[in-house]
């Protein structure tokens, strides 16, 4: 009986811990290494088949001067940190690839969201919910690229470009246009819905894999000096995680010092 007891009690300290270690929100983390970034590999639901798109993440770099890349599929869709303001560059079928830039900066050390759309006509900025910019100049599809979707840094003609220093989190791409309008961005993790094309929350890496929680399954992995380091703001909210994903919550992590 007292063996039985204490088999339960062992049994319970491991769901508990195993409970706490999935319930912690985690962001990639990046130093500036060209060569570190999460990548997935590419899918016609990351491009070809994207109608209506929204790409959105949350940042917050410690360095943002010069060219810092937060999403980037090569010659379809990226968005950037130049000299710390938030530009976005579009590439339709048969059409050149071009930034448009808008006048809102994030700066380093602070959490700032940033959302793109398209709908084939045209092209939108938000920052914290705040419409920025926009464009006409793309129309109809968007380009089709072999590339790898990469989050924190871009490679253009075989080199390494703009890699990103600090911490991105709930990166998610959409085949559907959800801001059409200033909106209040959501604190907590986003949920997968029919919509969501990769949904990417960072907070533990599985099997050598980072998540997407969309129904694609667009796993990515974490790429040279990647990290996932732990955090409090401002995506308090914690994704919620299917009961079978709780037991499996664990990898090489950083949690930070
Ligand atoms: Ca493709
Ligand atoms: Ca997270």
Do not use: C
Request: charged share 30%; hydrophobic share 40%; aromatic share 10%.
């Amino acid at each position: 009986m007292k063996r039985l007891l204490f088999f339960w009690l062992i049994v319970m300290i491991i769901s508990l811990s195993h409970n706490v270690e999935a319930g912690i929100n985690r962001a990639l983390k990046l130093d500036g290494d060209p060569d570190s970034a999460m990548e997935a590999p590419d899918h016609p639901s990351l491009d070809a088949n994207l109608d209506n798109m929204t790409v959105e993440a949350w940042v917050n770099p410690d360095n943002d001067a010069g060219e810092r890349m937060i999403v980037n599929k090569e010659d379809v869709y990226e968005i950037a940190l130049v000299d710390s303001i938030f530009k976005t560059a579009i590439q339709a079928a048969g059409q050149g690839w071009d930034w448009i830039s808008s006048d809102g900066a994030a700066r380093a050390g602070k959490w700032t969201h940033v959302a793109i759309t398209y709908d084939e006509k045209e092209t939108r900025l938000y920052i914290n919910g705040e419409f920025m910019a926009e464009s006409a100049a793309w129309s109809g599809k968007l380009n089709d690229s072999p590339d790898t979707f990469k989050v924190g840094r871009r490679t253009r003609g075989g080199d390494t470009h703009s890699a990103y220093s600090g911490l991105i989190d709930e990166v998610r791409v959409s085949n559907a246009i959800r801001y059409d309008k200033d909106f209040e961005v959501q604190k907590g993790a986003f949920e997968p819905d029919g919509d969501t094309v990769a949904l990417y929350h960072f907070d533990a890496e599985v099997s050598g894999k980072i998540e997407d929680y969309s129904k694609y399954g667009n796993d990515g992995k974490l790429v040279k000096k990647a990290e996932l380091e732990e955090i409090n703001l401002p995506n308090t909210l914690l994704a919620v995680y299917p009961k079978n994903k709780l037991a499996a919550i664990w990898g090489k992590i950083k949690s930070a010092p």
